[in-house]
């Protein structure tokens, strides 16, 4: 028995120390329910269109269902404010166009700090904008529009929702030495009626909102905000071709989680977002509707956010911005 006993002894000091079980990580098994993604616009836009998209593909990837709720309100507050209150889990995404990084500068008192509260996941997406005008502006190109807008100052209403576009409106108006009257709504789809009907003279938005008006001739588009010409619209010009290059806005678009919620379920989200966008299927989609996919990883979305809050700081004192 003695032998036997020191036998098992020694099998058991080669076999090594017996493993325990391990134990699950908080990545290994997320998500455990359907995923809430907010989006901080009115639906039927070309936001909404791409955070719609990744939803759906991401649903597949991960396993679970991705719920889109639009909560439009506050330039982007609402949502972010949510966002930043849900429980740390991963389970509530925050869907964002890259100027609603400075709605907590524009907006007083929010207290919301966007790089402290969120984490970048990644870029998914860009909106390339365009200046359009209601047929009844007497306005060919952008030197017309100017000059009109000198002549009558006050009188052209320029229609506005995201800070992208406040910008945009403000930007011009600076740039080109006339006055503007801002009306402001929930998203560019709601501000789409009062353009068509003339109540409001002009817009600076999506592209591809704005392209199926000007091709029918309800609108008349004037320039894109863009480095080049889009190939959909070879004959108008850029901003900057049109001497107005001091009007230029970000319109990426970019996902996140509140920064609570752990590294590793961030991470994981991070990896199946970049797979989506990398589809070449998510890509013709997006082409499809005169969008383009644009990626970043979340170091490098956290880099632009820092770079891009310290440009939006700057501005919103230059000009004087306000949510309101």
Request: hydrophobic share 45%; net charge neutral.
């Amino acid at each position: 028995m003695r032998h036997l006993l020191l036998c098992l002894a020694a099998l058991a000091t080669l076999a090594g120390p017996v493993p325990t079980t391990a134990q699950p990580t908080a990545s290994a098994s997320f998500p455990t329910k359907p995923l809430r993604m907010l989006v901080p616009v009115a639906a039927g836009g070309p936001s909404d269109f791409i955070a719609r998209q990744v939803a759906q593909h991401l649903s597949t990837s991960l396993g679970q269902v991705v719920v889109v709720e639009n909560k439009p309100g506050g330039n982007g507050l609402v949502a972010a404010r949510e966002v930043v209150a849900a429980p740390a889990d991963g389970h509530t995404l925050l869907y964002a166009p890259g100027s609603m990084i400075a709605t907590p500068l524009l907006a007083k008192g929010s207290g919301l700090d966007w790089a402290q509260d969120l984490a970048p996941l990644g870029k998914v997406g860009r909106v390339p904008f365009a200046l359009s005008v209601h047929p009844g502006v007497p306005a060919q190109t952008v030197a017309d529009l100017v000059k009109h807008a000198q002549q009558q100052p006050g009188t052209l209403n320029v229609a506005t929702s995201t800070p992208a576009e406040v910008l945009a409106a403000t930007q011009f108006m600076k740039t080109a030495g006339i006055q503007l009257t801002r009306v402001p709504y929930k998203g560019s789809a709601q501000a789409m009626p009062d353009l068509l009907a003339g109540r409001v003279q002009l817009m600076f938005g999506p592209l591809s909102q704005l392209q199926p008006q000007a091709k029918a001739g309800t609108l008349r588009l004037l320039a894109v905000l863009a480095p080049q010409r889009s190939d959909a619209l070879p004959d108008v010009p850029t901003m900057a071709e049109a001497d107005m290059g001091g009007v230029d806005v970000p319109t990426w678009q970019g996902l996140y989680v509140a920064a609570r919620v752990p590294p590793a379920i961030r991470e994981r989200l991070a990896t199946d977002i970049a797979a989506v966008v990398a589809k070449p299927e998510v890509r013709a989609d997006f082409e499809r509707r005169m969008l383009a996919v644009e990626t970043a990883s979340p170091r490098e979305l956290g880099a632009t956010i820092t770079r891009e809050l310290a440009v939006w700081s700057a501005l919103v004192e230059e000009y004087k911005l306000s949510a309101d």
